[in-house]
C-alpha cells in the first residue's frame, strides 16, 4: 500500500522503562542500568519474598531475563518493517525469553488490564522472533480488551482514560501488523487469526479496518478489502491514509474514475501532507482511463 499509519505511542519494549514504586524500586533500577546481574538477582529474590504479587517486581524480573543474555548486532538485511539496509538485529536466549513472558503471565493473571505488561509480551516475542507465539498474544490481547472494555491501566497501575483506551490498544496493534506482514506474509494461518480478530472484534475501528484491507488485498482479494477502506473512510472522512489506500485500490482494479475522486478528496483536506500525496497520485494516472 502506498501509505501506512504510523503509530505516534511508543510501545512497552525490552529496555528498562518502567517507573516502580515502593522499597526496591530505585535500588532495582539503579543497578539493573549498571547491568550488575548478580546484584539485580539479590534484589529481586528480596523483592519477591516481601511482595510475590507485586506486577512492578515481576515486570523487573522479565527485564531481567529479557536482557542478561541479550546481544546486539548490527546487521544488513530487512528490517520489521520491510526496508533492507543496516539495523541492530537483538538475539536472545531463548529459555530466557520462555521464563521472563512467564513472570509477565503471571502479572496478567491478577492485573489482565495492564497494558503495558500486555504489550511488553507482544512485544518481546516479536523482537525475540517467536512470531507464531505472539500472533496468539495479539489475539489474547484483543480478545481481553473486549473483556475489560479498554478500560485500560498503565505503569504502577496509572489509569488510561476510558475514552483513549481503544486508541491507545490500537497504537500497539499499528506497530505489531507490520512486522507479521513482513515476517510471516499473508499465508500465514496464525497471522490470518490476527486479522479475523480484529475484523471480528473492532469492525468500526479505523486502523483495525486499514489492516485488515491490507491483508486482504496481498491476499489477492481487493474487492474486499475496498469494502474494508469504504468502511473506514465512513467512519472517518479526514482520514487521508485510509482514502489514499482506497484510491490505490481503485487504481489494481484499473477503476482509474473512482481513484480519481479518491485523490480528488484528498486533494481537498485542510491537510499538507493530503494536498501533496493527492497531487502526485493524480499526476500518476493523469494519462489513464
Not at 471480528?200 to 478489502?225: D, E, M, T
Request: charge should be neutral; include cysteine; hydrophobic fraction near 35%.
Amino acid at each position: 500500500m502506498k501509505i501506512k499509519k504510523i503509530s505516534s505511542v511508543v510501545c512497552f519494549l525490552l529496555s528498562f522503562s518502567v517507573v516502580f514504586g515502593k522499597d526496591y524500586s530505585d535500588e532495582f533500577k539503579k543497578v539493573f542500568q549498571s547491568s550488575d546481574y548478580k546484584k539485580v538477582e539479590s534484589i529481586l529474590s528480596d523483592w519477591e519474598k516481601e511482595e510475590p504479587n507485586n506486577p512492578e517486581m515481576l515486570i523487573a524480573y522479565f527485564n531481567y531475563y529479557l536482557n542478561r543474555k541479550m546481544e546486539s548486532v548490527v546487521t544488513m538485511g530487512q528490517m520489521d518493517d520491510g526496508r533492507y539496509g543496516l539495523y541492530d538485529r537483538k538475539t536472545f536466549k531463548q529459555e530466557d525469553v520462555k521464563t521472563g513472558v512467564s513472570y509477565l503471565d503471571k502479572a496478567l493473571k491478577n492485573n489482565p488490564d495492564r497494558l503495558d505488561i500486555h504489550f511488553g509480551k507482544c512485544s518481546s516475542l516479536l523482537q525475540s522472533e517467536n512470531y507464531e507465539e505472539a500472533c496468539f498474544t495479539i489475539v489474547e490481547l484483543l480478545e481481553t480488551s473486549i473483556k475489560v472494555r479498554n478500560n485500560w491501566k498503565w505503569s504502577n497501575g496509572q489509569p488510561i482514560p476510558q475514552n483513549e483506551g481503544e486508541d491507545a490498544l490500537f497504537s500497539g496493534i499499528n506497530d505489531y501488523c507490520p512486522v507479521l506482514f513482513t515476517r510471516l506474509g499473508v499465508e500465514n494461518t496464525n497471522f490470518k487469526k490476527v486479522i479475523n480478530a480484529i475484523e471480528k472484534l473492532y469492525p468500526n475501528n479505523n486502523i483495525g479496518l486499514n489492516w485488515c484491507a491490507r491483508f486482504y488485498s496481498q491476499s489477492g482479494n481487493n474487492k474486499k478489502a475496498i469494502s474494508f477502506l469504504k468502511r473506514a473512510y465512513e467512519l472517518n472522512k479526514s482520514d487521508y491514509i485510509v482514502l489514499g489506500n482506497l484510491g490505490y485500490l481503485y487504481e489494481l482494479e484499473t477503476n482509474y474514475k473512482e481513484a480519481r475522486k479518491c485523490y480528488d478528496a484528498m486533494s481537498k483536506m485542510d491537510n499538507p501532507t493530503a494536498k501533496q500525496y493527492a497531487k502526485e497520485y493524480l499526476d500518476a494516472i493523469k494519462d489513464k482511463e
